[in-house]
C-alpha cells in the first residue's frame, strides 16, 4: 500500500523528503529523496532528481537517479539522466539516456 500518492492531476514543484512508500502519478519538479521505494506511473512526468530505496519508472522522469537497492525501467517507461544503482533493469520497450554506475 501506498503511503504518499501524488495525483494525476497534481503538479507539485520543490523539495519532498521522508521515509515511505511515494507513488507518482501527476507532474513533480524539484528533488524527491525517501528511504522507501518510489513509483513513476505511467501517467507521470518528473523532473526532479530522486534518491530512494527502489525506483520503478513507467512514466517520464528526467532527472538523476540514486537508490540503495535497483532501478527497473517498465516498457514504456523513459529516464534521462544518470543512474546510481546495485541493480538495473530496463523492459523491451523502454528508453534510457545516460550513464549507470553500479558500484553502491
Not at 497534481?10 to 519538479?29: A, P
Not at 501517467?43 to 530522486?50: E, F, K, L, M, N
Not at 517498465?74 to 534521462?80: E, N, S
Request: no cysteine; glycine share 16%.
Amino acid at each position: 500500500m501506498a503511503g504518499t500518492v501524488i495525483g494525476e492531476g497534481l503538479t507539485i514543484e520543490g523539495d519532498i523528503s521522508g521515509d515511505e512508500e511515494i507513488v507518482i502519478h501527476g507532474n513533480l519538479r524539484g528533488r524527491l529523496t525517501t528511504t522507501d521505494a518510489v513509483t513513476v506511473t505511467g501517467t507521470a512526468v518528473v523532473g526532479a532528481d530522486i534518491t530512494g530505496a527502489n525506483l520503478s519508472v513507467a512514466g517520464q522522469v528526467t532527472g538523476d537517479v540514486t537508490a540503495s537497492e535497483r532501478v527497473d525501467i517498465q516498457a514504456g517507461g523513459k529516464l534521462v539522466g544518470d543512474i546510481k544503482a546495485a541493480r538495473f533493469t530496463i523492459a523491451d520497450g523502454a528508453s534510457f539516456k545516460g550513464n549507470v554506475d553500479m558500484e553502491v
